[in-house]
Every structure is written in C-alpha cells, then in structure tokens.
C-alpha cells in the first residue's frame, strides 16, 4: 500500500511565484528523489537525495532530505509556465532498488 | 530522452484479451521495474528483474507476468483483461540503488 504522504494535491499559482511541496512517511527512506511528468510522458528525474540533511539543487529547484529521513520537501522558485505538471516524490528503503512513490502534486500556472 | 525504451506506445483490446509489452532497459543497466499508473494516480510498483532474475514483487495481479531475458529486455504480460487493467505501463530501469530512468510508458486502453 501507499507509504508516502505527499502534499498538497494540487497547486493553483501565478507565473513568477515560488513553490513549496512536501512528502511525509511513517517509515524511514535511504534515498529520496523527485520525479516530473508531464501529460502522457514518463516520470524525468529532477533531483536525488542520498544523505539525511542533505540539500540539492538544480537549478531553480531545491530539495531537502529530511534529518529523521522520513520526509523531502520541493522547492521550485520563481516559476515559469514549463513548470505545469505533476511532480512525485519517491523514497527507496536501504537495501531495496524499487521505489515507493508519493500520490503526486499537480502544479497549474496561470500566466 | 530517458535512454529506456517502450513499445508499443498505445494499445487498444477488448476484455479477455491478452497483451505484451515490452522494454528495453538503458545500456548497462540490469534492473527493469515495472510500475502501473492508473488515471490520475500515483504509479505502483508491480514488479522488479535484475540481471535476469525475479528481484522484487509488488501488487502484481496473477493475471500478470513478466520475464527478464538474456540481453536485458523486458517483457509485462497481462492476460484475460479486464476494464479497470487499463492504464499507463512505466518500465524503468537502474544501475543498482539510486536512480531510476523511466520509459514513455505504453498506454493499454480495454474495451
């Protein structure tokens, strides 16, 4: 079953703003990573994180791996309309490859 | 371009029916994943092969089966289709632990 609580659902912002999302689990995660999709193309990787503590950027995106390691948060700064679309986080458990992923964040801006 | 290699993009059957998809894995790596996302949902992990061998198994009906073969390509087989099997099929591959690279996903619509 799902493991991962990822929030918010859904996001509603205007170009140019920052944008913060989060997952959450009762279990703890080795690594964590997050994912993009856009409509009916597969997951692309954006950031991966190996170390509790850990913070990673690429770009205008920042992700954090969590101290208890039961949490990452997403942050994507000053967006731009290439920014729509749904964005996973994903935890592996140690020794595991396969992942577990959140229930997604839909992000839609309004130009 | 993720290097992960799906086919056929879109399949349309009718109930009962059985299908195959396939995939062919990033050079090098050895892990093919499976993962199903129905609409609007999260992708749930069905199944794992590493280096030819069954490594992990998630919620993957018995209806449904893969194999890995000796040059690293994948094949999900699902049989005796029903409505609610339709949805988009992810193969990903890795490495090992850490990262996985996502296909475009093969999309199966039952009539």
């Known amino acids: 079953g799902q493991q991962l609580n990822q929030s918010p659902q859904s996001m509603f912002i205007q170009e140019g703003e920052d944008v913060s999302m989060n997952c959450t689990s009762s279990?703890?995660?080795?690594?964590w990573l997050w994912y993009k999709q856009d409509p009916g193309e597969g997951p692309v990787l954006l950031i991966a994180?190996?170390?509790?503590?850990e913070l990673t950027s690429n770009g205008r995106l920042t992700a954090q791996f969590g101290i208890t390691r039961k949490d990452s948060f997403l942050n994507i700064s000053a967006s731009i309309p290439s920014d729509v679309g749904i964005y996973f986080c994903?935890?592996?458990?140690?020794?595991?490859?396969?992942?577990?992923f959140g229930q997604g964040t839909r992000l839609t801006i309004n130009p | 371009d993720s290097g992960v290699t799906q086919t056929p993009k879109h399949l349309i059957t009718a109930t009962g029916q059985r299908v195959t998809l396939r995939c062919s894995p990033r050079?090098?790596?050895?892990?093919v994943y499976w993962y199903q996302q129905s609409l609007d949902q999260g992708l749930q992990f069905l199944i794992q092969?590493?280096?030819?061998?069954?490594?992990a198994k998630g919620n993957i009906l018995e209806r449904f089966s893969a194999q890995q073969f000796p040059d690293l390509h994948s094949e999900l087989n699902l049989s005796s289709l029903e409505l609610g099997d339709s949805a988009l099929y992810f193969c990903?591959?890795?490495?090992?632990?850490?990262?996985?690279?996502f296909g475009e996903g093969s999309r199966l619509t039952v009539l």
């Open positions: 990903a591959s890795s490495v090992g632990l850490g990262e996985l690279f």
């Open positions: 279990s703890i995660f080795n690594t």
């Open positions: 994180l190996y170390k509790a503590g």
């Open positions: 994903a935890g592996q458990f140690q020794g595991a490859q396969k992942l577990v």
């Open positions: 050079s090098g790596d050895l892990s």
């Open positions: 092969y590493y280096n030819g061998e069954e490594r």
